[in-house]
Nanobody, 115 residues
Framework: QVRLVESGGGLVQAGGSLRLSCAAS????????MGWYRQAPGKQREAVAS???????NYADSVKGRFTISRDNAKNMVYLQMNSLKPEDTALYYC?????????WGQGTQVTVSS
């Protein structure tokens, strides 16, 4: 069992940056992929970015070129660097551990981007 705890959210003006962190209570080395998801009020949860254990990354079209996901297996940490933030990036951001038939979820961290 792996427990995920997100941090780093907050209120930022449009064009600003935030760095989200996800701390895992156990080893993430064997988890095939780690990801960040977000859910805005009244909308479905959507995938933002993912990174495999081998370092292969994937991004939603809406964040490509602005967000960067990384992982540190030695520290059991996953990060999401968010630059050039837009008001439409406002959401509750979740860290996830992705296995073939199971997801580990954190509790989420709120990101609010003001115009």
């Amino acid at each position: 069992q792996v427990r995920l705890v997100e941090s780093g959210g907050g209120l930022v003006q449009a064009g600003g940056s935030l760095r989200l962190s996800c701390a895992a209570s156990g080893s993430i080395f064997s988890i095939p992929a780690m990801g960040w998801y977000r859910q805005a009020p009244g909308k479905q949860r959507e995938a933002v970015a993912s990174i495999t254990s081998g370092g292969i990354t994937n991004y939603a079209d809406s964040v490509k070129g602005r967000f960067t996901i990384s992982r540190d297996n030695a520290k059991n940490m996953v990060y999401l660097q968010m630059n050039s933030l837009k008001p439409e990036d406002t959401a509750l951001y979740y860290c996830a551990g992705v296995l073939p038939d199971y997801f580990y979820w954190g509790q989420g961290t709120q990101v609010t981007v003001s115009s």
